[in-house]
């Protein structure tokens, strides 16, 4: 079992920055692919990017590849996202996530955050 919480959303102008930490309980988080997804009002929940359980491999979406850096620090059980040059359509609840065999869909991550809410605006 893992327990993840976000911390570090708020509101933002466009251009602007802010940092996500998801911190994990349980002695098994550095075992998972870890993830951040973002659900905007009304739209399906997608994924920003995903990392390795080691930390060595990163996949982005096209939106964010450029601006955002997903990280890890397995001893501290922490998960960051490094979000700049945040855009107005950046806008939406940030969710991390792990398991076992994440790939690119919600489906496939048992472990899931209640959520932080980013704002941007323009």
């Known amino acids: 079992q893992v327990q993840l919480v976000e911390s570090g959303g708020g509101l933002v102008q466009a251009g602007g920055s802010l940092r996500l930490s998801c911190a994990a309980s349980?002695?098994?988080?550095?075992?998972?692919?870890a993830a951040w997804f973002r659900q905007a009002p009304g739209k399906e929940r997608v994924i920003v990017a995903r990392i390795a359980a080691s930390g060595g491999t990163a996949y982005y979406a096209d939106s964010v590849k450029g601006r955002f850096t997903i990280s890890r620090d397995n001893a501290k059980n922490t998960l960051y996202l490094q979000m700049n040059n945040l855009k107005p359509e950046d806008t939406a609840i940030y969710y991390c996530?792990?398991?076992?065999?994440?790939?690119?869909?919600?489906?496939?991550?048992?472990?899931w955050g209640q959520g932080t809410q980013v704002t941007v605006s323009s």
């Open positions: 349980g002695r098994t988080f550095g075992s998972y692919v």
């Open positions: 996530a792990a398991g076992a065999y994440g790939v690119y869909t919600s489906g496939s991550y048992a472990y």
